[in-house]
Structure formats: C-alpha cells, structure tokens
C-alpha cells in the first residue's frame, strides 16, 4: 500500500468512527423519556413525525446490524399500536412502512395482516383528488380537500411500496408507482424541474407555488425505494425516471455553496435547513447506489454531509430543523417557520449518516469499475488496432502476392514468348535448309548413280 493510500485509508477509518458515534447519540437522544409531551420528539405517539424518526431508526439498525435497535422498535410498536385505532389519514400511515421489514425479521402474521388492511383502505377508500392522486390528509382538525401534497409520497405511497416488495402484490406495485408518477407530474415546476409544496385540484394552482425543500426531500429520498421495492412487479415508466432525473439535477444546481439546501430552494437569502438537506442528500446517496443516478452526485451528498455534521450536537440533537409546515400562504412565510429538534429531522440525519457509512467502500467500488472499464476500453482499442494492423498487413500481403504473381506471370508470358519466338525462328530456318540439304543430297545421288554406271560399263567392254 503506497503513503497515500496509507493516509486516505486513516482518513476513512476516522470518518467511519466518528459517523458511528453520532448515529448512536441521535439514536440515544430520540428516545429519550424527557421529551414526552413535546411535540417534535414525543415519539410515542402514532403520526407522521414518529413516524420518520422510527422509519429511519429500521433503516439506521438493519443497515449496521444492531439487534437492539429493532427490539426496540418491536417494543415501540407494542406501546403505540392502539393509539393507531380510529379515524385513518394518510399523515398517520407513516409509521406502518416499518411492518413489512418487522414481519420479515419475527414472522409475526399480525404485522401482515394489518399491513394488508391498511393497504386495502388507501386503495379503495382513502380520498382522491379529481386527477386520482390521494388527497393529503392530517391528524389535526383541519382539511385540505383536494390538495396535493409531495409529503404523501413518503408517508404513504413508501408503505405500499414495501408491502408490494414483501407480498409480491403487483396490484399494489401498481398503485404506489401510479401514485408516485401522477405526483410528480401534479407538482414538478416545467421550468425549473423542481417541486411545488402542493397542488390545488378545484383551484387548479400550486397555490403559494413555494419550491419548498423538504416537500422535495420527501419525494427525491422515497423515489428509489419505491422503484426498488416495485421495479420487478410492475413496469416503471420511463417518464417516471426522466422526471426523477430532472428533479435531482435541479436539486443540485439549488445547493447551496457551503452543501446544505435553503428551505425555499429558489430564494439563496433565505435560511438554510437541515432535514430537507439530509433528505436530499441521503436520496442521492441511494439513487446512486441503485443506478437511478450518476456517480457525479456522490459529491453533491458528501458536501451536504460535511454541511450537518457540525450542527449535531454532542447529546445528539439536531440543529436547523423547521418545524410542521403546511402549505403556507405565501413564499415569504416560509422563512418565518421557527426551527427546533424535531424526530423528522433527527431522523433524516440518521438515515443520511447510514447510507454514508458505505460511501468510502462505494466510491472505491465505483473507481475500480471505472479502472476496469477504462481498461476494457483500452482492450477494445488495443483489439481494434491489432485487427486495423492484420488487416493492413493482410493487404499488404495480398498486394504482394499480386504483384509477385502479376511479375511471375509476366517472366512467365515473356519467357514463352521468347521461347515461341527461338523456336519459330529454328524452325523457319530448318525449313529453309531442308529443302537445300534435300536437293544436295539428291544432286549428291545422282551424281554417284552416274558414277557408278560409268564403272560397269569400263568393266564389261
């Protein structure tokens, strides 16, 4: 190992150590007695804002393994599960996304069946605006009809997300990624790509029309849970993807400089905040590891980790954290939101710090896979050179042939023509001298014919 990954390795370790130790302050500081009654970290109670706290206390103990962090959550369950009786919300459905891990890990078929039952009301019963989306309903004596909120996505639409995973349900697979596309599609701002607050169906207004942060939070953390949980049950859009892909890119071109969102995302001189923050970052973080977004965004959540890790305190409190905002009236109202430690808030951190204990391994698994494709790609060109200079040498090659043939054949045809030539020529002037030698050899003959008759008759006389 070389002095410098020597030192980077030092430097992961200690952010391992100190990422462990304020998840387990924020665990402590969550469940503390002392904050019953206060309505941002009274966890025992049955709504939304335990809800997230103990949504991400599963996520904070599954994801590191601590056994006593889901035995306490079972416990939480037990205590709490009455106060779930009576008139339902979609607020106060937060709490059941934790059922179908718990039915996973104890067996227990209550946690199914009552999972299934709750399902089955957001399905048939549950209102609806006109456009079909579930209308954004509160424990509080007051109603918002037909108004949509980005809130329901992750308070809602998550759970039947997970029990589609758990059940195989491809009917509610459906469901939760119809849900999640007509939000978007009700409140994603065409110019910009990020989220109005909500929609106003019988209005047909974003109302205030505020691009506030943690409504984008809720639906850029929820997204790559809900496609995972769904992914192999149903057919994701693409436009569904697409939308979530301009929304994360709009997000990033809103953070702020030191790493953290401002709560309206638009509006750079107002406050900045933490739990939208968190969310934000900890949706990159999964969107990235699930393949729904380039690796570019590990740094956008790294600068916003680096952003909130000074505001935990010691005790584990959570600092920057804007209370309970409904749809306000108007953009400047939502700056006016005081802010406190809220369960939401200390729950969005947490999640942001578990998902960040696996982003050294992340990063280094994505350097070795971008090391190995760029060395695929070197292959590739090695590969297609080698092959650009066979088949150049292999012309080559066959261009000599030819000449060395063409040449052959020429000597060839020259020699026979030569030869053709020699031998015409010898076989003209043969032609020529036999005759000659014909009659000379005649003359020759007769001359000893003549010869030889003068010889008898000087005997005979």
């Not at 599960?81 to 979609?90: N, S, T």
């Not at 639409?157 to 849900?179: P, S």
């Not at 261009?399 to 040449?407: D, L, S, T, V």
Request: net charge negative; hydrophobic share 35%.
């Amino acid at each position: 190992m070389s002095a410098k990954q020597e030192s980077e390795a030092k430097r992961a370790a200690g952010r391992q150590r100190e990422l462990e130790a304020k998840l387990r302050q924020i665990f402590e500081y969550m469940r503390l007695e002392r904050h019953q009654g206060n309505w941002g970290m009274d966890i025992n109670h049955w709504d939304w804002v335990p809800g997230v706290g103990v949504i991400s206390m599963l996520e904070y103990g599954t994801g590191t393994g601590q056994d006593e962090v889901t035995d306490y959550l079972l416990h939480w369950v037990n205590r709490n599960k009455q106060k779930a009786e009576g008139v339902r919300v979609i607020n106060s459905l937060a709490p059941y996304a934790l059922f179908p891990e718990l039915y996973r890990l104890t067996g227990d078929p209550w946690f199914l069946s009552r999972a299934q039952e709750v399902a089955a009301w957001m399905l048939e019963t549950a209102p609806r605006t006109r456009e079909g989306a579930l209308e954004h309903t509160v424990t509080e004596a007051v109603e918002f009809p037909e108004q949509v909120w980005a809130d329901t996505v992750y308070m809602a639409v998550l759970f039947l997300a997970r029990l589609a995973g758990l059940t195989g349900d491809q009917e509610l697979a459906a469901a939760a990624v119809q849900q999640t596309l007509q939000h978007l599609r009700l409140l994603q701002d065409p110019a910009t790509g990020l989220l109005f607050h909500g929609w106003n169906s019988r209005a047909g207004s974003h109302m205030s029309a505020a691009r506030w942060a943690r409504a984008n939070a809720w639906v850029a953390l929820a997204v790559p849970d809900i496609v995972a949980g769904t992914g192999s049950l149903t057919a994701i859009p693409q436009e569904l993807y697409s939308r979530y892909r301009r929304l994360a890119s709009a997000l990033r071109q809103a953070q702020g400089a030191g790493g953290l969102w401002h709560t309206v995302l638009d509006r750079p001189d107002y406050y900045e905040e933490t739990s939208a923050s968190a969310g934000i970052a900890c949706g990159f973080l999964k969107a990235v590891k699930s393949g729904l977004l380039e690796d570019a965004y590990l740094e956008s959540a790294e600068a916003a980790l680096a952003g909130i890790l000074p505001l935990i305190r010691e005790d584990g409190e959570v600092q920057g954290v804007s209370g309970g905002t409904p749809v306000m009236p108007s953009i400047a109202a939502y700056n006016t939101i005081e802010r406190y430690p809220a369960l939401y808030g200390q729950g969005l951190v947490m999640q942001l710090l578990t998902e960040a204990l696996d982003l050294g391994e992340m990063k280094h698994r994505l350097e070795r896979q971008e090391h190995e494709e760029r060395q695929e790609h070197q292959g590739r060109q090695e590969g297609q050179r080698c092959e650009e200079h066979e088949e150049r040498q292999g012309r080559q090659e066959d261009q000599g042939r030819e000449e060395h043939e063409e040449r052959q054949g020429r000597q060839e045809d020259q020699g026979r023509e030569e030869h053709e030539e020699r031998q015409g020529g010898q076989e003209d002037q043969g032609r020529e001298e036999h005759p000659e030698r014909q009659g000379g050899q005649r003359r020759q003959e007769q001359s000893e014919g003549i010869g030889s008759l003068n010889v008898e008759g000087e005997a005979g006389g």
